[in-house]
């Protein structure tokens, strides 16, 4: 069976670290789940796998961002340059 491609919401490439808004094919009807999700490419430990959220949680991923900016490291010249 051929696996069926995702529903891209928006024009975002789909890169890592890029995230890309993608409707949700098997959301069942008169339940709470997301009529989409946001997807997001990650790498760790050597291995890249997709990561997905609802818009609930990364908005509050965000929120935690911002309120705790010491906390997160800062990116090279380099690494900025190649994003």
């Known amino acids: 069976m051929a696996k069926e491609k995702a529903i891209q919401l928006d024009n975002e490439a789909v890169r890592e670290g ?18 989409y999700y946001y997807c997001i490419w990650v790498e760790r430990r050597g291995k890249e796998f997709p990561i997905m959220l609802t818009e609930f949680e990364l908005n509050r991923a965000i929120t ?9 490291p800062e990116k090279s010249w380099l690494t900025d340059l190649t994003d």
Do not use: G, S
């Not at 890029?18 to 009529?35: D, I, L, P, Q, S």
């Not at 935690?64 to 997160?72: G, L, M, P, T, V």
């Open 64 to 72: 935690r961002a911002k309120r705790n900016k010491e906390d997160i």
């Open 18 to 35: 890029h995230v890309v808004k993608v409707y949700n094919k098997r959301k069942r009807k008169f339940t709470h789940e997301a009529k």
